[in-house]
T-cell receptor, first 116, second 117 residues
């Protein structure tokens, strides 16, 4: 199993550009989520999905969109990039068949995004 | 709302010395608690978890953590640190997302561990 994969590893955008961060998992996990990591702030939840066709907002959703058309993929879209979105983005997945299962999350290696 | 505090931003220990990383949480019910480790340029890896039962939990890489309800703490310990333990460590509490029924992890701000030879 490859686990959770993310592409690209690094990206530089100009203010106002849009892009999609890719996330895929091959563990047949129902639950997937996106976090952003900023210095001194830990990880904050952006959006999450409990299964194909179902998404919802997390703690910091503004400026981001998600969709979940398949169990494997959960892309994160930046609609109009802003310097405040400079961060490291992590995708995670877990089983959702039990509450405890949802908490045991597997993380991807991250995407480092810089917006100038 | 739940929260996690890791009071030590940076800790330096010598190789072979013991280690304790502090974590305090705030949560209204019985918490589910986790420790993750992040090596440079890597994603997060689960070290150990507490759901219920024995308050001393064992994890991977020789780590353990003790849940103390009276102190709202879940400190991570290792009796003898290795140079490969240098990384950033995150404590997290699991909670139901306020807008629905899904679960989320709320993370502390992390503790960076440096290991001296």
């Amino acid at each position: 199993n490859a686990g959770v994969t993310q592409t690209p590893k690094f990206q530089v955008l100009k203010t106002g550009q849009s892009m999609t961060l890719q996330c895929a998992q091959d563990m047949n996990h129902e639950y997937m989520s996106w976090y952003r990591q900023d210095p001194g702030m830990g990880l904050r939840l952006i959006h999450y999905s409990v299964g194909a066709g179902i998404t919802d907002q997390g703690e910091v959703p503004n400026g981001y969109n998600v969709s979940r058309s398949t169990t494997e993929d959960f892309p994160l879209r930046l609609l109009s990039a802003a310097p405040s979105q400079t961060s490291v983005y992590f995708c995670a997945s877990s089983y959702s068949f039990s509450p405890r299962g949802q908490y045991e999350q597997y993380f991807g290696p991250g995407t480092r995004l810089t917006v100038t | 709302a739940q929260s996690v505090t890791q009071p030590d931003i940076h800790i330096t220990v010598s190789e072979g010395a013991s280690l304790e990383l502090r974590c305090n949480y705030s949560y209204g019910a019985t918490p589910y608690l986790f420790w993750y480790v992040q090596s440079p340029g890597q994603g997060l890896q689960l070290l150990l978890k507490y759901f219920s039962g024995d308050t001393l939990v064992q994890g991977i890489k020789g780590f353990e953590a003790e849940f103390k309800r009276s102190q709202s703490s879940f400190n991570l310990r290792k009796p003898s640190v290795h140079w490969s333990d240098a990384a950033e460590y995150f404590c997290a509490v699991g909670a139901v997302i306020s807008s629905g029924s899904a679960r989320q992890l709320t993370f502390g701000s992390g503790t960076q561990l440096t290991v001296l030879p």
